[in-house]
C-alpha cells in the first residue's frame, strides 16, 4: 500500500495545503513529521464532531446524506436501553472486510463463550466467497443476550451508554468514532491501515 501511495503521490504535484481527518493527540509527532515535508498541514478531525455539530435541528437538507454503504437496521437502539450500562459487546468489521467461514464460527464461538450481551453487524457479503451462516446451536447458546444485524447506525450504538466494548476491525473511522465515544476496542485488522490503526 505505502509502494502504491508512494508511486501516485510522484505523479503529483504538491497542493496548496493538506487536510487530515485526525486529531493532535491521537498523531502529534507524526503530524509535526510530515508538516516539516510537505505544504501546510491541517488536522481537521474527527470529521463525525463537526458532521454532528454543523448540522441544524433536524438536520434540514443534509439530513438525507450518509456514509454508510448498507441499509440500517431500525430496532438496536432500544434493544440497548434494555441493557446496564456498559454490559455490551458491539461487533462490527467495517463495510468491506470479508473473512472465511472458519474464522465467521469462531468469532461466533468466542462471543457465545464470553458471556456478554452482544451486537453483532453481519453483512451479507461477510464470508468470502460465500454466505454467512450460523449453526443453529450458536442461537441456542445466546438467545436472550445476543441482537444479530446486517447494518446500524454505528456512531449511535458507539454513544450509547449500554456498550463497554467494540470490536472491530480498526479501520479509520471506527477507530475515530470508537475514540470520540470513549469505547475500548479489541481490535481484528485486515489490510490497509487497519494494522497501524490497531497499533
Not at 65 to 91: C, F, I, M, P, T
Request: net charge negative.
Amino acid at each position: 500500500m505505502l509502494n502504491f501511495f508512494t508511486h501516485e503521490a510522484e505523479r503529483l504535484s504538491l497542493p496548496d495545503a493538506i487536510m487530515v481527518n485526525t486529531i493532535d493527540d491521537l498523531e502529534g509527532p507524526t503530524l509535526d513529521a510530515i508538516s516539516s515535508m510537505l505544504p501546510p498541514l491541517y488536522n481537521v478531525g474527527p470529521l463525525l464532531f463537526h458532521e454532528r455539530h454543523a448540522l441544524p435541528e433536524g438536520g434540514g437538507q443534509l439530513d438525507s446524506l450518509g456514509s454508510n454503504l448498507w441499509k440500517e437496521q431500525d430496532g438496536l437502539l432500544e434493544w440497548l436501553d434494555g441493557h446496564a450500562a456498559r454490559s455490551v459487546v458491539y461487533v462490527n468489521y467495517g463495510s468491506i472486510t470479508v473473512m472465511t467461514n472458519e474464522q465467521l464460527l469462531e468469532f461466533a464461538w468466542g462471543l457465545a463463550g464470553s458471556g456478554y450481551a452482544f451486537v453483532w453487524n453481519i453483512r451479507p457479503d461477510l464470508v468470502k466467497s460465500d454466505t454467512a451462516v450460523l449453526p443453529p446451536e450458536f442461537a441456542s447458546a445466546v438467545e436472550g443476550r445476543a441482537l444479530l444485524t446486517t447494518w446500524c447506525s454505528q456512531e449511535a450504538v458507539l454513544q450509547h451508554e449500554a456498550v463497554g466494548l467494540f470490536l472491530t476491525h480498526s479501520g479509520w473511522n471506527s477507530t475515530l468514532e470508537s475514540i470520540s465515544a470513549g469505547v475500548p476496542m479489541l481490535s481484528w485488522p485486515f489490510f490497509a491501515e487497519q494494522q497501524t490503526n490497531c497499533r
